[in-house]
Nanobody, 124 residues
Framework: QVQLVESGGGLVQAGGSLRLSCAAS????????MGWFRQAPGKEREFVAA????????YYADSVKGRFTISRDNAKNTMYLQMNSLKPEDTAVYYC?????????????????WGQGTQVTVSS
């Protein structure tokens, strides 16, 4: 089992940047495929990005490709999401999640553990 805690959210102007962190408890962080998701008010939770257990493979939603970068440091049990060129439509609660699947995966039900979320608000 792994516990996840997100941090780094906040209020930023359009065009600005934020870096989210996801700290994981336990010694098994490196055995999980990790992902970032977001949920805006009145909308379903959507996939943002995923990273393989070693960090060697990544996958992004089209809406963030070229602007966001997912990474992980297994020695620190931490995953990151660098968000650049932020847009008002990026406003949402951002969640990190861990999956036992080996492959990079997008659907939320394929993730086993979730953090509590961190709010990101982008003003126009």
């Amino acid at each position: 089992q792994v516990q996840l805690v997100e941090s780094g959210g906040g209020l930023v102007q359009a065009g600005g940047s934020l870096r989210l962190s996801c700290a994981a408890s336990g010694r098994t962080f490196s055995t999980y495929t990790m992902g970032w998701f977001r949920q805006a008010p009145g909308k379903e939770r959507e996939f943002v990005a995923a990273i393989s257990r070693s960090g060697g493979r990544t996958y992004y939603a089209d809406s963030v490709k070229g602007r966001f970068t997912i990474s992980r440091d297994n020695a620190k049990n931490t995953m990151y999401l660098q968000m650049n060129s932020l847009k008002p439509e990026d406003t949402a609660v951002y969640y990190c999640a861990a999956s036992s699947l080996v492959v990079l995966t997008m659907p939320p039900p394929t993730y086993d553990y979730w953090g509590q979320g961190t709010q990101v608000t982008v003003s126009s």
